[in-house]
């Protein structure tokens, strides 16, 4: 099992910029698949942005397109998550989290990292 931790979180202005860091752990990452999700007060968690170690393409939610990237440093094991032109609906917990590759299921989460958009 593959065991993640956030950081980066933290308060923002409109418009402002913020880069989450997802730090893995344990079993060999480059068969994973990691991926960002946020969970707004009130609403289901959804789906952000994911990537694939070994180099695969990198996928985002149409909310998020054009402004949020996703990246990776294999040497560190760690993902990043640039997010730019922040708006207020991206404020939310955002987490980090890890499927084998060619699974669905992501089954290794981090513990979330809070992001508040203030006006």
């Known amino acids: 099992q593959v065991q993640l931790v956030e950081s980066g979180g933290g308060l923002v202005q409109a418009g402002g910029s913020l880069r989450l860091a997802c730090a893995a752990s344990?079993?060999?990452?480059?068969?994973?698949?990691l991926g960002w999700f946020r969970q707004a007060p009130g609403k289901e968690r959804e789906f952000v942005a994911s990537?694939?170690?070994?180099?695969?393409?990198?996928y985002y939610a149409d909310s998020v397109k054009g402004r949020f990237t996703i990246s990776r440093d294999n040497a560190k094991n760690t993902v990043y998550l640039q997010m730019n032109s922040l708006k207020l609906e991206d404020t939310a917990v955002y987490y980090c989290?890890?499927?084998?590759?060619?699974?669905?299921?992501?089954?290794?989460w981090g513990q979330g990292t809070q992001v508040t958009v203030s006006s």
């Open positions: 990537i694939t170690w070994s180099g695969g393409p990198t």
């Open positions: 989290a890890a499927r084998v590759s060619g699974t669905l299921e992501y089954r290794a």
């Open positions: 344990g079993r060999t990452v480059t068969s994973y698949v």
